[in-house]
């Protein structure tokens, strides 16, 4: 059976494609010029032994396909093999990762960037076939693991600037009516959850949120939100301005709880004709 084929070819095998990514194209490219040009891979455009169109290594001619077939193979047989060798040498194999343990780490993230296009299609069709499993394995995992994954819920809710960032948000959405937080709303805050995170703590005793959280410090609206509803109208514009950093405060939470709604302090008027500057408004 002849075949035809042109300097580009598509790489399929099974109606699925395996090249870089689907729908793509590779260069066919002698084992010779490969060699030439130091290319780990070279293709003929032409199937293997076992009717495989895909790259084939350029060290042995062997297509990726097979050898990754033969690797597969080879570990499932040796499974148990490998299994006890590791426990009999665990000391060996911990210092051989502690030696080169980063420079593996960094051949990885090279190769990935080199690949990265192949790679998210690969874990995307992995992900498809074989969804079930998957779906079992990581509920498994969950259910195994739920009281760590409790706790680092909660640590991250206390400490992470974008957990608090979007708590802020919910509760202030909510207090003006404004609706369910979503992206575009984030958009509106114009500073990333960093930048937040900076401006809180700046001028304070404390480095970190939790620092502030287990201090019993609250994140208070220096403008209140009862006295912005009163005046605008439009809810976004409310938000936003509600929300604007400079708005925003760290304080005692007995103080927090102890104050009123009034815009008389003088902190409060300095603030005030700063957003009112800054977003072009006129309160009476």
């Known amino acids: 059976?002849?075949?035809?084929?042109?300097?580009?070819?598509?790489?399929?095998?099974n109606g699925v494609s395996h090249a870089k990514s689907l729908n793509t194209y590779m260069d066919i490219i002698s084992r010779k010029e490969?060699?030439?040009?130091?290319?780990?891979?070279y293709f003929t455009g032409l199937p293997c032994k076992r009717g495989h169109i895909c790259q084939r290594w350029t060290s042995g001619c062997v297509c990726v396909e097979?050898?990754?077939?033969?690797?597969?193979?080879?570990?499932?047989?040796?499974?148990?093999?490998?299994?006890?060798y590791y426990k009999r040498n665990i000391e060996k194999?911990?210092?051989?990762?502690?030696?080169?343990?980063?420079?593996?780490?960094?051949?990885?993230?090279?190769?990935?960037?080199?690949?990265k296009e192949y790679e998210l299609e690969y874990n995307k069709q992995y992900r498809i076939k074989h969804k079930d499993r998957?779906?079992?394995?990581y509920k498994q995992k969950r259910y195994e693991n739920r009281e760590t994954l409790s706790d680092n819920a909660r640590e991250y809710m206390r400490t992470s600037p974008v957990a608090?960032?979007?708590?802020?948000?919910?509760?202030?959405?909510?207090?003006?009516?404004?609706?369910e937080i979503s992206e575009s709303k984030f958009k509106l805050l114009l500073y990333t959850p960093k930048e937040f995170q900076d401006h809180i703590l700046k001028d304070t005793k404390f480095s970190s949120l939790r620092g502030a959280w287990d201090n019993g410090y609250h994140i208070d609206h220096i403008v209140p939100l009862k006295y912005i509803t009163n005046n605008i109208t439009n809810k976004e514009l409310a938000f936003q301005l509600a929300m604007?950093?400079?708005?925003?405060?760290?304080?005692?939470?007995?103080?927090?709880?102890?104050?009123?709604?009034?815009?008389?302090?003088?902190?409060?008027?300095?603030?005030?004709?700063y957003l009112l500057l800054k977003y072009g408004l006129t309160f009476d």
């Open 1 to 13: 059976m002849s075949m035809s084929y042109c300097s580009r070819v598509q790489l399929c095998h």
């Open 34 to 41: 490969a060699k030439e040009k130091s290319l780990i891979h």
């Open 66 to 84: 097979c050898n990754a077939l033969f690797a597969k193979q080879w570990s499932e047989t040796h499974k148990k093999e490998q299994h006890e």
């Open 93 to 115: 194999s911990k210092e051989y990762n502690r030696k080169h343990g980063k420079k593996k780490k960094r051949q990885r993230a090279e190769s990935y960037q080199r690949n």
């Open 134 to 137: 998957l779906t079992k394995h």
């Open 164 to 179: 608090q960032l979007r708590k802020i948000c919910q509760r202030t959405a909510k207090r003006l009516s404004v609706g």
């Open 244 to 273: 604007d950093k400079e708005n925003l405060r760290l304080i005692a939470g007995k103080i927090n709880l102890q104050k009123f709604d009034s815009v008389k302090s003088e902190i409060t008027q300095k603030t005030l004709r």
